[in-house]
């Protein structure tokens, strides 16, 4: 949650007058949450690029840091769900034995 909101603030005040896309992504806090999640799920994700790129050269280098953090945390977070599943498994299986 925290790190969804510094990005979005820091994408609103980096990206929030982008004047040559079909869609202004970052105009407010608000579009900059949704946008930021269309990244994070990788769901078009290219296409918010490459319009912001378009205009901002330097705007791959923040959108490419978002992509490597926030797949991170996913991952972690499938690996804490695996880990705390086969905690309760063994957990279970040990109760059973005995």
Same mark, same amino acid.
């Given at each position: 949650? /925290?790190?969804f909101? %510094?990005?979005a =603030?820091? @994408?609103?005040q980096? @990206? *929030?007058?982008?004047?040559?896309?079909?869609?202004n992504y @970052? =105009?407010? /806090?608000?579009?900059?949450f949704? *946008?930021? @999640?269309?990244?994070?799920t990788?769901?078009a994700?290219?296409? +918010? *690029?490459?319009? =912001? =790129?378009?205009?901002?050269k330097f705007?791959w280098l923040? %959108?490419?840091?978002f +992509?490597?953090?926030?797949?991170f945390v +996913? +991952?972690? /977070? #499938? %690996?804490?769900v695996?880990?705390?599943? #086969? *905690?309760t498994?063994e957990?279970e299986?040990?109760?059973?034995?005995?």
């Amino acid at each position: 949650g /925290l790190m969804f909101y %510094i990005f979005a =603030v820091m @994408f609103t005040q980096l @990206f *929030s007058d982008l004047e040559h896309a079909e869609y202004n992504y @970052f =105009v407010r /806090l608000d579009n900059s949450f949704f *946008s930021l @999640f269309q990244i994070m799920t990788l769901d078009a994700w290219a296409d +918010v *690029s490459r319009q =912001v =790129v378009d205009e901002y050269k330097f705007a791959w280098l923040p %959108i490419l840091m978002f +992509v490597i953090v926030s797949a991170f945390v +996913v +991952v972690n /977070l #499938i %690996i804490a769900v695996l880990c705390e599943a #086969i *905690s309760t498994l063994e957990g279970e299986e040990k109760a059973r034995i005995m």
